[in-house]
DNA sequence: TGCTTGACTTAGACGTTGTCCATTGTAGGG
DNA sequence: CCCTACAATGGACAACGTCTAAGTCAAGCA
């Protein structure tokens, strides 16, 4: 994943030990964490980081789309480093569990031009939403 | 549209002041309004109304089916009150419009048992993005 | 190497959205 | 008409995010 360190300083960005840890924690698993989760693994690596410094960076990241924000919680947002094989989300609504899935065909075509209103369209978020296997012992 | 209050008075539902406001509101034209857009509005009809009661109906009205939750925005959850025909979403990128929309297929079918993980999957909530007629042209 | 500069970081106040709780009010049955 | 359980009130609180003023430092350059 210095992959993503590459790209950052390829784009002129100043390379600062807080854009660092935010990048790795987010290389760090695969999990989608929230802005404060970030925060708070980052601060294990870099006790100085504030609060501010990691909202930036995020915000920042997703604007030149390095990272996706996603809103499947009703609370906070989430991060999604997965950004360059788009994907949708499956949702647990119990837990709050997400997984990254591939449904089959394009979505896109789906929808008619006489539905499109005039809009241009270019994007579109699936979010499934169900129980994981887990919450449906209990 | 006294055939939601019909239906919440057939559901044991004790039938207030407030909460014929709320659901006037919801009923009053067909844009997706945000929790703080309905309690401004039922406070025009009935200014005595506090801001807990509104959260506290329209979360109700949620839990019975009548109204769904859509977070198609970052900030504040909105109310849709098409809740019996099923439907999906488009939204304007730049000024945050919304359409009820109608996608052709069944998104549902789409994603193959290999990519459920597990999951029993019960819905899907899609949302295109792209940008209205109005933003394209300024 | 050491200076300079403007971008970056910080801490904490602030804003917005939403929830909780103790108190007061009231719908609807008897 | 009165009771009583359920609903409404309002104000404190909590979670999430944004903003600002001041300090700091990465990186280019002499």
């Known amino acids: 994943m210095s992959d993503l360190l590459e790209r950052l300083r390829g784009r002129g960005w100043r390379m600062t030990a807080q854009r ?9 698993d695969h999990v989608h964490l929230t802005a404060d989760e970030v925060h708070a693994r980052a601060v294990t690596k870099l006790p100085e980081i504030s609060r501010a410094t990691v909202y930036n960076t995020l915000g920042e990241l997703v604007t030149i789309g390095e990272v996706l924000e996603v809103s499947t919680d009703k609370r906070a947002k989430r991060y999604d480093p997965n950004a ?17 899935v591939h449904p089959v065909g394009n979505p896109l075509a789906d929808l008619p031009d006489t539905e499109r209103f005039g809009f241009t369209v270019s994007d579109v978020e699936m979010t499934y939403r169900g129980v994981c296997p887990n919450c449906a012992k209990a």
């Open 84 to 100: 360059h094989q788009p994907h949708h989300h499956l949702v647990c609504g119990q837990c709050g569990a997400i997984r990254d």
């Open 20 to 28: 660092r840890v935010v990048a790795e924690v987010l290389d760090g």
